[in-house]
Structures are given as structure tokens and as C-alpha cells.
């Protein structure tokens, strides 16, 4: 039940590219403009692994929640705590900001858990505490589905069945709204993630309730509207589009992963990649608002792969990148590439292999990665041969017209829906007990120095992604 993210919208006052913006900025038919009338065009980076982790970013399997609980168990809640407090304040600094503006990035998509700001157990009830993480980010700059990047933990999206988890939502947005109410460096408030409504109208009029409860506290910024399927449908919204709104889609291509095959640019390739997206926004093209393409992004090969090696793989997907920015700069579509740092799947900038936090995890996460245990960072190659013969034998059991009832299909196949309950659910939990007896016995020294591994200085920096994302955010038209 992640609230969906905060999009900060200035670079450090340093920046010769961006100047720090002194107005909020405001939707102009299809453009997003400044104060005074000025054009601009918003290419940033989401925050991955933050204030909202993800298993694939910092090598835990399962769920956020499950990976907080498994270590204090093994570390006591005291350790667990001070470990995870230090990981935050080392993943993004004012290094960090000073990095992306000298690339000429001007915004950050920050992606927020709910649990920073409320305890199940004390619902309504807004830590200051998460206020202060948050600001840790936007200083520097002045779940709705059912997967693990919203910290599910089951494979069903309720908050879309209990009105009281919209109304905990409702409320924590009109505390944020508040809070950043005036504030120029939020560029706007992204208020669900990648919603995923089986009914389709649920998700319609959540926002329409929640666009009125943000502009009673905060009329002037922006809001930013994923659309239903994990932001990529659009259909059963109304023609006319809310207020000061910017509609914004995601825009993965499979050619970026390692299930997906090579990219070669090939005319139908190229074909595939613009039909993909005009499909995506055909809602905005013809409702004349702005777009914005919250994330699209590749993962990058660290070891052989399909019979290539690991560079002529990431050259192959470099080359893909390269033509989707080539796309979204016809028409200015704004953009933030996923994901900012990681340990070396998709990030800008990634853990080094010998720092103190690979060389204690990298059995944990090659074990992970063997089993296919989460999705977004690996093929199933070492272990498809033994699913396979259960997953026909269920597939003999369902009625075949029944294959694709279960929601979202077509998106998601019956495979789709097995492997996410058996692999990255219940075997991820299992396994994530065992990720956390790595940190067994450690004291708060030894913590502080694995935390310290995400330090920008620690990290390397991935050159051709940041060049590539560097030239684009450059190019101005007249």
C-alpha cells in the first residue's frame, strides 16, 4: 500500500544546466510550464530501493516488510533498526543530487512506503519520522497491486476491497500535500503506483475522490496519474482528464530482459517499440494533457547470456534505450529512467563486487538469481526443467477457456500467476529467512560498514546508461 511517490522537480542551485525553480510548476495544454509561461521538460530518475525497497535493488527476496521482520530476528530490533536507518542515509546524499544534476537530469521520482509514515497498528496516526526521511531527499533537490513493489506479501491487490485502505491513503496524501504545500521543489505528487484494478472504474473514481481531498489543502501542484495495469491502460478513463494533471504511462520493453531476446533494431523491432507506446498514450494524445513516462528502463548483464557475453548483451540494450529516448524526444515526453543505484541490474550507479556488502551477500544473491526467485533480474534457465512438469500438470486441471480469467490477463498468463505464488512469494520468504542469518551476529560497526557500501563514492558508475540519459537530457529545441 504504497502511496505512489513525490516527483521533486529542481537540481542542486550549483547546476548550470537546471536553475532551482522559484514557482511550481503548472500543466499547459499538453506542456508543463514554470511561472512564467516558460517551457520544460522533465528527465529524471526514479529512486528505486529507498523509501520504498524492492528485492531485486538490494538482493533480499520476498517482500520489504518480510525482509525488515526477517532481520530483526536475527539482529534484534534495536541492530535492525540502526542497520536500516544508516542504509537510508547513505543511499542518497547531497553527492548523489550533485551527480545527477552535472548529467543535467532535472527531476527525481521519489517512491514512497506507507509504513515510513504510519503503523498498521496505529493507522491515521502520521510519524514525523517519515517527514524527515523524505525531506533527506527532497532537501538536496530543492499497494494498490499485488506485487513485492508494494509490499504486498500476498498476490491479491486489496486495497481495492477495503475501503479503510483507501481512506488511510486519502489521508497520509492530504498530510503530504501540507506538508509541501507551496513548496517550488515538488514538481508534483504521483498518487498511486502502478494501480492494478480488476474492475477498472475503482481506480477511476479513487482519484477523482483524492484530486479533490489534495487540492483542498494544496491547490496549485501538479498531480501525476498512472494509469490502471500498472500504468499502461488507460481505457476506461473519463475523456475529460482532471486538472493541472499530467497522465503518465510506464514504458518497459521486453527486449531490456533477459526472458525478452536481443534487440537489433531491426524495422520490426523499432515498429514493435512505437506501437507499444502509442498504445500507452493514446489516452493523452487525445485528451491534449502532458506525458510523462514514469519508468522504462533495461536490465544489464553482468555474466553470458542467450550465447552472447555480458558486454554484447548491454551493447545490444544500450542500442534499445537509445531508440525508446529517440521516441519520447519527438513529441517531448517526459521521462524518469528506473532506476537511479542497485547491485547491478539496472541502476545509474551499483554497488562495487568487492565491497563489504556483496562479498557478505553474492552467494545469497547468485543462489537467488539461480532459482529465478525474483522476476525482474533473471531467467529461469536453471530451474525451468523442474516446474515445468507441475505446471502442465495444472494446466491439465484447469479447464482451458479458464487459463486467463484471473486478472490481469492477457498480461499475465496462468505461468505468470504459478510462478509468482511459488517462486517469488512463498519460496522468496523461505529464502529470505536465510538472506537474513547472513547478518547473524554482526554488531553495529560491522552494519555501518555494509550500509556504507551504497555510498555514491563506494559505487561504480555505469558510463554508456549515464552518457546516453546525460546527451538526451541536454538537447533543447528552439
Not at 104 to 112: E, H, K, Q
Not at 389 to 409: D, F, I
Not at 445 to 469: H, M, P, Q, T
Amino acid at each position: 500500500m504504497a502511496p505512489g511517490a513525490i516527483i521533486a522537480n529542481s537540481t542542486p542551485s550549483e547546476s548550470k544546466v537546471w536553475p532551482r525553480s522559484q514557482s511550481i510548476l503548472r500543466v499547459s495544454g499538453t506542456t508543463i510550464v514554470e511561472g512564467d509561461g516558460q517551457k520544460i521538460i522533465l528527465k529524471g530518475v526514479g529512486l528505486g530501493g529507498h523509501l520504498n525497497m524492492e528485492n531485486f535493488i538490494t538482493g533480499f527476496t520476498g517482500h520489504e516488510h518480510e525482509h525488515r521482520e526477517a532481520l530483526a530476528s536475527v539482529l534484534g530490533k534495536e541492530k535492525a533498526e540502526f542497520y536500516f536507518d544508516r542504509f537510508l542515509d547513505y543511499f542518497f546524499t547531497e553527492k548523489d543530487a550533485e551527480f545527477l544534476a552535472s548529467l543535467g537530469l532535472n527531476s527525481i521520482r521519489v517512491p514512497i512506503n506507507y509504513r515510513h509514515f504510519e503503523d498498521d497498528m496505529n493507522p491515521r496516526v502520521i510519524k514525523p519520522e517519515g517527514f524527515r526521511l523524505l525531506d533527506r531527499v527532497v532537501t538536496p533537490a530543492q499497494s494498490q497491486n499485488q506485487d513485492w513493489h508494494s509490499d504486498s506479501g500476498i498476490t491479491q491487490a486489496l486495497f481495492w476491497k477495503f475501503k479503510d485502505f483507501q481512506d488511510r491513503v486519502v489521508n497520509l496524501w492530504q498530510e503530504i500535500a501540507k506538508y509541501y504545500r507551496g513548496n517550488p521543489v515538488i514538481a508534483g505528487y504521483n498518487m498511486l503506483n502502478e494501480p492494478a484494478d480488476p474492475e477498472h472504474i475503482n481506480v477511476v473514481a479513487f482519484y477523482s475522490r483524492l484530486e479533490k481531498i489534495i487540492r483542498s489543502v494544496d491547490p496549485d501542484h501538479m498531480l501525476f496519474v498512472d494509469g490502471n495495469t500498472y500504468a499502461m491502460d488507460f481505457t476506461h478513463f473519463p475523456s475529460e482528464p482532471l486538472p493541472n494533471a499530467v497522465y503518465a504511462c510506464h514504458d518497459y520493453s521486453s527486449y531490456g530482459f533477459p526472458r525478452g531476446g536481443t534487440y537489433t533494431a531491426t524495422a520490426e523491432q523499432n515498429a514493435k517499440l512505437r506501437s507499444s507506446f502509442e498504445r500507452k498514450v493514446k489516452f493523452m494524445r487525445a485528451a491534449n494533457v502532458p506525458i510523462y513516462n514514469g519508468e522504462f528502463g533495461l536490465v544489464y548483464a553482468s555474466s553470458p547470456e542467450n550465447g552472447l557475453t555480458a558486454s554484447e548483451v548491454n551493447a545490444h540494450r544500450l542500442d534499445l534505450l537509445k531508440e525508446q529516448l529517440s521516441i519520447y524526444r519527438e513529441t517531448d515526453v517526459h521521462w524518469s529512467i528506473w532506476t537511479y543505484k542497485d547491485i547491478n541490474y539496472q541502476g545509474m550507479v551499483y554497488t562495487d563486487p568487492a565491497s563489504p556488502y556483496m562479498k557478505l551477500l553474492s552467494p545469497f544473491i547468485q543462489k537467488k538469481r539461480d532459482l529465478s526467485a525474483d522476476f525482474w533480474g533473471s531467467n529461469d534457465d536453471k530451474v525451468k526443467h523442474i516446474y515445468e512438469s507441475l505446471m502442465t500438470a495444472v494446466k491439465e486441471w484447469v479447464p482451458k477457456h479458464l487459463h486467463n480469467k484471473k486478472y490481469p490477463s492477457p498480461l499475465w498468463t496462468i505461468d505468470r500467476h504459478f510462478e509468482r505464488i511459488i517462486r517469488e512469494a512463498l519460496l522468496s520468504e523461505y529464502l529470505g529467512w536465510e538472506c537474513a542469518e547472513y547478518f547473524k551476529e554482526l554488531e553495529e560497526k560491522d552494519l555501518e560498514v555494509l550500509a556504507a557500501s551504497f555510498k555514491i563514492e563506494n559505487c561504480i558508475l555505469r558510463d554508456g546508461l549515464n552518457r546516453a540519459l546525460s546527451e538526451d537530457a541536454k538537447i533543447r529545441k528552439a
